[in-house]
């Protein structure tokens, strides 16, 4: 069985930082593309990074040179280092796992997801 596992969500200060873990087990993590998702209260999802099976990746406008999309293959864990984080940062944060053929920040090419992590920025 598929499970995703999101971790390391926190209330912090406009300007810091935190990094966000993601725990998969149940399939061949290393042979998935992963991606980072967030949801704000009234908007729709938005895909903030991916990355795919080679370690290429793709950021959001929003997030690019503040976060950082990584994996390790020998502990099957995805992370997301989040640096100058702003208000508008505030959402649900959902990793998932998909096939792709290049690291891609659209939800339909990914299968699994997880529960979400929560992560509040205040100013």
């Known amino acids: 069985q598929v499970q995703l596992v999101e971790s390391g969500g926190a209330s912090v200060q406009a300007g810091g930082s935190l990094r966000l873990a993601c725990a998969a087990s149940?399939?061949?993590?290393?042979?998935?593309?992963m991606g980072w998702f967030r949801q704000a209260p009234g908007k729709e999802r938005e895909g903030v990074a991916a990355?795919?099976?080679?370690?290429?990746?793709t950021y959001g406008d929003s997030v690019k040179g503040r976060f950082t999309i990584s994996r390790d293959n020998t502990k099957n864990t995805l992370y997301l280092q989040e640096n100058s984080l702003k208000p508008e940062d505030t959402a649900m944060y959902y990793c998932?796992?998909?096939?792709?053929?290049?690291?891609?920040?659209?939800?339909?090419?990914?299968?699994?997801w997880g529960q979400g992590t929560q992560v509040t920025v205040s100013s």
């Open positions: 998932a796992a998909g096939f792709c053929n290049y690291p891609s920040l659209s939800s339909a090419r990914f299968r699994y």
């Open positions: 990355i795919d099976t080679y370690g290429s990746t």
């Open positions: 149940g399939y061949t993590y290393s042979s998935y593309c």
